[in-house]
């Protein structure tokens, strides 16, 4: 374990003392903690100390995974307004993937398929298992981790099936975990703005909370830099955090930065400082989260690799093609190859090493 003193870290702000010494003491921090570090301006001492809790939990590496995203189709029941990838029928973008475009973006060398979608006005549950029985049957060895709460959800409603039904499905057809999406933020003043037609707080964690006692690990996103106040960023941790502790089975979060594109939610994406101070805030508060990740596709290739001193323990994956935050206008490259990722971490000055979709570590680049 590496060990820093406290004479160490240079404190300018001299409001994040008290939190630093919580830190040391391996004192939860509370909210109040929470917003002294989204509010500070003193990025190296915040750095030095979410780098500090990162080292703590996993020393210097920094896991990464050969993984693929698909989003077999973008037409859906809801209107989200951050969502630019949505589709109505006859919208000139909108698409359906057939199981052969579907299984010629996959190879036997990737660990993981990521698989999200739309909630799609006529498929039915059988079609999303189809896809996740053919990619199982004619991919054994990837692991598939696929459909947010919120698709869950529609299956239930869809096949008329309660959500163990439909996860008991899933589990036979291949599934091994869920993704993080869908949370947005836990606030019901934002969903109100925002997505109001989709599902609220109370029942994303249900479906997460059935989902780990059945034994499925999952995720845990945030959707910022809208119209969400540091407030609701931090309570939304906090929510987390509780339900971690109740329930187990949260394996990452991942903060994910809106790509303002068309949605008229925000004039620009948010900035480098604050991304950082956000992934950072994760890291000191999130205490029983194993992993924070640095998202590149959203963040963008440069924000993610600095992320990785601001308490960030993963960089995602390859990813191959995606397009939720693509058909928003994101700058970043549609996929990473492996070599990239090693080669951002290393120059992070952090260890690679490559997991599967469960965190198994599979090689370490000394
Ligand atoms: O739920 C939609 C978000 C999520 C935009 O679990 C947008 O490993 C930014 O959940 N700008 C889906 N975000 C993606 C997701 C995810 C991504 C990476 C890793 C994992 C994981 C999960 O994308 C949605 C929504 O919150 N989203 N539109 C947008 N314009």
């Not at 995974?65 to 949505?86: G, R």
């Not at 990619?135 to 869950?152: G, L, N, R, S």
């Not at 997505?195 to 989902?211: D, T």
């Amino acid at each position: 374990m590496t060990t820093i003193a406290v004479e160490d870290v240079v404190f300018h702000d001299q409001a994040l003392i008290p939190v630093w010494e919580k830190v040391l003491e391996g004192k939860r921090l509370d909210r109040q903690d929470g917003l002294g570090l989204l509010n500070t301006w003193d990025l190296t001492a915040l750095g030095k100390m979410a780098d500090f809790v990162k080292r703590r939990k996993n020393d210097a590496f920094v896991y990464f995974v050969m993984n693929q995203q698909i989003n077999p189709t973008n037409l859906c029941v809801l209107d989200c307004s951050f969502c630019d990838f949505a589709a109505k029928p006859g919208d000139a973008h909108a698409y359906e993937m057939t199981m052969e475009e579907i299984l010629g973006k996959l190879s036997a060398e990737l660990s993981e398929v990521h698989i999200v979608g739309g909630l799609h006005p006529k498929w039915k549950f059988e079609d999303y298992l189809d896809i996740m029985r053919g990619i199982h049957e004619a991919f054994p060895t990837i692991q598939i981790k696929a459909w947010t709460a919120v698709e869950i959800d529609w299956f239930a409603r869809i096949a008329r099936l309660s959500i163990p039904e439909v996860l008991e499905r899933c589990r036979e057809a291949g599934l091994q975990s869920l993704p993080g999406g869908g949370a947005e933020v836990f606030s019901e003043r934002v969903r109100e703005a925002t997505f109001k037609h989709k599902m609220g707080a109370e029942r994303w964690f249900e479906v997460h909370r059935i989902a780990h006692e059945m034994g499925f690990p999952s995720n845990a996103t945030l959707l910022y830099g809208h119209i969400e106040t540091y407030e609701e960023r931090v309570d939304h941790m906090i929510r987390l955090r509780q339900e971690q502790d109740e329930q187990p089975g949260f394996l990452s979060f991942i903060p994910l930065a809106l790509q303002p594109g068309n949605t008229g939610l925000a004039d620009r994406q948010a900035s480098a400082i604050e991304d950082l101070r956000t992934v950072a805030c994760a890291r000191l508060l999130l205490d029983n989260f194993e992993h924070i990740k640095s998202y590149w596709v959203m963040l963008g290739e440069e924000t993610a690799s600095v992320a990785l001193n601001f308490g960030a323990s993963d960089l995602d994956g390859t990813i191959g093609e995606e397009r939720i935050a693509h058909y928003a206008q994101a700058k970043s490259a549609l996929g990473l190859a492996r070599d990239k990722l090693v080669s951002m971490i290393r120059e992070s000055g952090k260890i690679p090493a490559e997991r599967d979709a469960l965190y198994n570590v599979k090689t370490v680049f000394n």
